[in-house]
Nanobody, 115 residues
């Protein structure tokens, strides 16, 4: 059974940084696309960034240049380094793993950016 465990959310002032981590277990992840999405109340969940095993990462336009996604295949872990955070980045951030045609989601971690 695939499990995703997220960590690293919290409260930070505008301009600050946070690093999210998501450790995956129970499946085959070396061929998976891993990524981060976020959601605010009343809105749809939206893509933040994704990373495949090969090729360049993919970012939402409003996080390009501020966020960096990376993965450690030996640890089955994906990271999201978030710099220059803005109040509009406030959301619940969800880890996603897509493998063998299936999507798996973490439980979500709250990121709050104060102005």
């Amino acid at each position: 059974q695939v499990q995703l465990v997220e960590s690293g959310g919290g409260l930070v002032q505008a301009g600050g940084s946070l690093r999210l981590s998501c450790a995956a277990s129970g499946g085959i992840f070396r061929i998976a696309t891993m990524g981060w999405y976020r959601q605010v109340p009343g809105k749809q969940r939206e893509l933040v960034a994704t990373i495949r095993t090969i090729g360049a990462p993919n970012y939402a336009d409003d996080v390009k240049g501020r966020f960096t996604i990376s993965r450690d295949n030996a640890k089955n872990t994906v990271y999201l380094q978030m710099n220059s955070l803005k109040p509009e980045d406030t959301a619940v951030y969800y880890c996603n793993v897509r493998t063998l045609g299936l999507d798996y989601w973490g439980q979500g971690t709250q990121v709050t950016v104060s102005s």
